[in-house]
Structure formats: C-alpha cells, structure tokens
C-alpha cells in the first residue's frame, strides 16, 4: 500500500472544500472524496444571498463550482467516487472507494445531511412521480399545475416560494399552527399570492400509488382529527435533514439524533485525528458559511494533531 495520507477529506460541501483548501495551504496534500454526486445541498438551492462577499447572491450551484476551483488551484488531490467504509479503529486510518482502500494519518468528515422523509409507503413508492425533495430540481416538471410543500421551517418556505413561481397555486401543510421558518422568509411566504397555508395537519398518505403518479393527498388534521382529500399534481417535502453518519456508526461517538459528536469549540470527534465539519455535526446553525468555518477549524487542527503526532 502507498504510504499513508496526512489528511483524507470525505464530502464536498462548503465544509469538504473549505478544510481542503486550508489543508492544501499547510503543505498536507489532502486527498479528497467528493462522492458521485459532489457539491452537497448548495447543488440543489437556487440563489443564495447570505454568503458573505456576494452582494447580489449567488446561484448554488456556481458557488460551489467556485469552491471546488479553488481547491484544485491549491492542487487538492480529488476523487469523485462516494466513501463505502472507513475503519478509524486503528492509525493511520482506513478509507475505502470504488473498492480500492487508503491510509491516512488524520482524516475530516465532512458528509453533510440529507432531506428527511415523512416515511410512508406511497411517498416512497412515488419519489420521482410527483414527490420530491428538491424544488429546484424538479419544479420545471409542476408548470401551472398544483403544489404541495410539507414542512414548516426555511426550507420549506424556499421551496414554496421557488414553486410559486412556476405553479398555478402552492399549498404549505404544516404540522403546527406556527411556523419555525425565519421572520424574513416567513414574510415573503405570507405575502405570496400563489401560496396558501394549511395549518395543524400532516400528509397522511400520497394517492395514487395503482396509477403510479401523484394526483393528491389524504391529510389529517391534528386538532379536530378530520381528513380531506386535495387534488395536486406534485409533493415536496421539506421537513428537515438527517446526517449522513451511517458509515461512522459504531466507530464514532454519535449524538442521539445521529449527528457527530464533537468537543464543544473544535472538530475534534470522539477518536483522535478523525475531525467532524459542516451539517454532519451541526444540527443548529447549518449554513453554508458555518459549514465552511468548522471545514477551516477542522484543516487547522488536523494540522495541529499531525504536528504533535509526527
Ligand atoms: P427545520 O428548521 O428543522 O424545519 C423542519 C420543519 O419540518 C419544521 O417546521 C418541522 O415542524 C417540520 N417537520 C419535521 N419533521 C416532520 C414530519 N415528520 N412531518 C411533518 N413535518 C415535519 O429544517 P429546514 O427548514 O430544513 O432548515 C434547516 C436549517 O437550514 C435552519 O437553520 C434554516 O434556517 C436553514 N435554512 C435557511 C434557508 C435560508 O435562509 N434561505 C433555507 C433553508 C434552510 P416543527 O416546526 O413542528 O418542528
């Protein structure tokens, strides 16, 4: 085997490139997955106007092509295959992707979060017919037609507001009658013409799974314990995200609900040299920008561990 690494990178978000861009700079010659679908949840966003030093925004997407050049430019050694197992048992560490495994003497995580599911049979069956996670993806697909957005947080007020622009009318079903989303987005969900609020209900089940394409929902509401039928032609759901920690499992220390735990103030995980950044650790701030700042404390202190562990 090739001698170890000093720093294997694994995930391709803001976190990913920021810590590779840091660790490239400190001669560490990092070696990063950036997985087959790279870029993280800035792939699936449309414009983005809180990060800093954009003053227009930015389109998700771009920013992320932008990190990514900046990476390369310090001569990040990449890989566009996804991590299948690592083994942080024993030092250097093991990596493995597309069947082939690496030794690293340090290594940061940086695997980010996924869209959470409501978890019913026919949401699953119908993924891709009418359910989605992403707007921006698929919301050329609902021109004119009917929308409905599950969730109640941020998220779920940008992907309203996306689809109102392209569909005929966009329903927001809400399990409470207030929602979490910041002031500002909430505002502009209230002030949408297209976009309709329906409060202290869940989806209860997707129709129609015998035609094979979304043509309604069943919902409950929670008050009164009614259900009603409505028509739509697409379902989004923006209830949240679960971090990408299955590989780590066992091997890591892990919060209750499943984000890495960290030393309070650093990266620094449960098994020395191995350093958490962005979303897989983070179920409070989750943005782009703090996402990139623990990718930063994250390639200083792996710098600093390989220092003392020479
Ligand atoms: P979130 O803030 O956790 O909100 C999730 C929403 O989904 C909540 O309203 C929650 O209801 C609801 N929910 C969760 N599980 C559900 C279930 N099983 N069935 C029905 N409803 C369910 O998640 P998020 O909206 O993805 O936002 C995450 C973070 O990213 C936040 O910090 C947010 O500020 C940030 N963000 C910012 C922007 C922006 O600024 N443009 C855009 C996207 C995200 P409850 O309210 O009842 O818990």
Redesign the pocket.
């Known amino acids: 085997m090739p001698i170890p690494r000093k720093v294997i990178v694994i995930g391709s978000g803001p976190a990913g490139y920021t810590a590779a861009i840091y660790a490239a700079r400190a001669n560490l010659s990092p070696l990063m997955f950036i997985g087959t679908q790279w870029g993280g949840q800035l792939m699936l966003?449309t414009m983005?106007?809180?990060y800093p030093g954009f003053v227009d925004g930015i389109m998700g997407p771009e920013l992320m092509e932008i990190f990514r050049k900046q990476a390369e430019r310090f001569d990040t050694e990449i890989i566009g295959e996804d991590v299948t197992a690592v083994d942080l048992s024993r030092r250097p560490f093991r990596v493995t992707a597309a069947g082939q495994t690496y030794e690293a003497l340090s290594v940061i995580i940086a695997t980010g979060a996924s869209?959470?599911?409501?978890?019913l049979e026919s949401e699953k069956k119908l993924m891709g017919r009418g359910v989605s996670t992403c707007a921006t993806c698929d919301g050329f697909f609902f021109k004119d037609k009917n929308i409905m957005v599950?969730?109640?947080?941020?998220?779920?007020?940008?992907e309203a507001l996306y689809l109102a622009r392209l569909g005929r009318k966009v329903e927001v079903?809400?399990?409470?009658d207030?929602?979490?989303?910041?002031k500002?987005?909430q505002e502009r969900g209230f002030k949408n013409p297209k976009i309709e609020f329906i409060w202290n209900s869940?989806?209860e089940d997707v129709l129609d799974v015998s035609k094979g394409v979304v043509t309604g929902v069943r919902l409950r509401n929670l008050k009164t314990g009614g259900v009603t039928e409505r028509l739509v032609d697409g379902l989004f759901i923006?209830?949240?995200?679960q971090p990408n920690t299955q590989l780590f499992k066992g091997q890591l220390e892990l919060l209750p609900n499943e984000y890495i735990k960290v030393v309070p103030g650093t990266t620094q995980t449960s098994v020395p040299g191995v350093f958490a950044a962005g979303d897989v650790q983070d179920h409070?701030?989750?943005?782009a920008v703090t996402a990139a700042g623990t990718g930063c404390m994250a390639a200083l202190e792996a710098e600093r561990y390989l220092e003392a562990h020479a």
């Open positions: 966003t983005v106007e809180n869209s959470k599911l409501l978890g599950v969730g109640g947080g941020d998220s779920a007020m940008e079903v809400h399990r409470r207030t929602l979490r989303a910041s500002i987005m869940t989806v923006a209830i949240g995200h409070t701030y989750r943005q």
